[in-house]
């Protein structure tokens, strides 16, 4: 059994009224010819795929679309259940299918589009990272961020401080200024053992969401900070407004739990259960030695 460093779960549904129906075919190539040879046994990619979605299906399984790439590649089919509301669950079920060697999991969309600087990604995390259990890294490129822009570790502490000052982060209106643009974006790369930890990937569909608001409690209860930034960046994303962007058209149900940079939780238990996690992550970092990599 192989060892790769990284892997890398995506949720795609071909966008139907898309004028590109196959961007992450592109993505995919371009991952490629960005990473160095020498990486490809360091990384894994799995896709999860629904059911109905014949393009996808002819595309990635009927026609082997593996042979096409050096590294693993896997597809797993299933039945499209909330569509991208569902989302923690299916990257969860996903987690369950990695290498179980592999350290670190990357997440990844058909609107990311991949920088030629990220050949040196993988070389950086085994220098910096490798041995750091509990890390969230920014891999993007992308401008989402709110002030100040692009930032920086030599920022972070400041900028959870800014977000202290702001009140209680179950407060609609400091969810607004913290959540999901404020520390990390969509696809972020995070140490396996973190998740191991927590024990999910999250209790609603927003990953970058989830994050943020640990990295905020650890912060504010216990001086921690789990969060750092790539010089290495993997990707940048495509305009939001593009009609091919992932957005896999479903039925919502799950609205309750949703945790964006719009609108709080509608389940205050969802921050019972987080702190909770939070917890854990501390407990589990005093138990191993480690709290003072982590402190700000």
Same mark, same amino acid.
């Given at each position: 059994?192989?060892?790769?460093?990284?892997?890398?779960?995506?949720?795609?549904?071909?966008?139907?009224?898309?004028?590109? /129906?196959?961007?992450?075919?592109?993505?995919?190539?371009?991952?490629?010819?960005?990473?160095?040879?020498?990486?490809?046994?360091?990384?894994?990619?799995?896709? /999860?795929?629904?059911?109905?979605?014949?393009?996808? @299906?002819?595309?990635?399984?009927?026609?082997?679309?593996?042979?096409?790439?050096?590294?693993?590649?896997?597809?797993?089919?299933?039945?499209?259940?909330?569509?991208?509301?569902?989302?923690?669950?299916? @990257?969860?079920?996903?987690?369950?299918?990695?290498?179980?060697?592999?350290?670190?999991?990357?997440?990844?969309?058909?609107?990311?589009? @991949?920088?030629?600087?990220?050949?040196?990604?993988?070389?950086?995390?085994?220098?910096?990272?490798?041995?750091?259990?509990?890390?969230?890294?920014?891999?993007?490129?992308?401008?989402?961020?709110?002030?100040?822009?692009?930032?920086?570790?030599?920022?972070?502490?400041?900028?959870?401080?800014?977000?202290?000052?702001?009140?209680?982060?179950?407060? @609609?209106?400091?969810?607004?200024?913290?959540?999901?643009?404020?520390?990390?974006?969509?696809?972020?790369?995070?140490?396996?053992?973190?998740?191991?930890?927590?024990?999910?990937?999250?209790?609603?569909?927003?990953?970058?969401?989830?994050?943020?608001?640990?990295?905020?409690?650890?912060?504010?209860?216990?001086?921690?900070?789990?969060?750092?930034?790539?010089?290495?960046?993997?990707?940048?994303?495509?305009?939001?407004?593009?009609?091919?962007?992932?957005?896999?058209?479903?039925?919502?149900?799950?609205?309750?739990?949703?945790?964006?940079?719009?609108?709080?939780?509608?389940?205050?238990?969802?921050?019972?259960?987080?702190?909770?996690?939070?917890?854990?992550?501390?407990?589990?970092?005093?138990?191993?030695?480690?709290?003072?990599?982590?402190?700000?």
């Amino acid at each position: 059994m192989s060892n790769p460093l990284i892997s890398f779960l995506i949720c795609y549904r071909t966008e139907e009224q898309s004028d590109n /129906r196959c961007n992450l075919f592109m993505m995919l190539q371009a991952f490629k010819d960005f990473l160095k040879p020498t990486d490809y046994d360091k990384v894994e990619v799995l896709v /999860r795929i629904d059911d109905d979605d014949i393009v996808a @299906h002819d595309r990635l399984v009927r026609d082997n679309y593996q042979q096409q790439l050096p590294f693993t590649f896997k597809v797993f089919e299933h039945n499209k259940w909330e569509g991208r509301y569902a989302f923690n669950y299916h @990257h969860m079920y996903l987690f369950s299918q990695r290498n179980p060697n592999s350290k670190f999991i990357g997440f990844m969309g058909d609107d990311c589009i @991949h920088l030629p600087k990220c050949k040196d990604m993988i070389d950086e995390i085994e220098k910096k990272y490798l041995n750091k259990d509990y890390v969230i890294l920014r891999s993007s490129d992308y401008d989402d961020t709110y002030p100040p822009k692009k930032p920086t570790d030599l920022k972070m502490k400041q900028r959870l401080e800014e977000i202290t000052k702001m009140g209680d982060y179950r407060n @609609h209106t400091v969810t607004l200024r913290w959540c999901s643009r404020f520390l990390t974006e969509c696809y972020p790369i995070v140490s396996v053992k973190l998740f191991e930890v927590i024990g999910n990937l999250g209790w609603q569909l927003n990953i970058d969401s989830t994050l943020s608001l640990l990295n905020i409690m650890l912060y504010q209860k216990y001086g921690l900070n789990m969060y750092f930034m790539l010089d290495s960046k993997l990707y940048n994303r495509m305009d939001g407004t593009r009609k091919d962007k992932i957005n896999p058209p479903a039925k919502i149900f799950n609205h309750e739990m949703t945790l964006h940079g719009s609108k709080a939780s509608g389940n205050p238990y969802l921050y019972t259960l987080m702190e909770q996690q939070a917890k854990n992550i501390y407990l589990n970092m005093k138990e191993e030695g480690v709290l003072d990599e982590y402190k700000v």
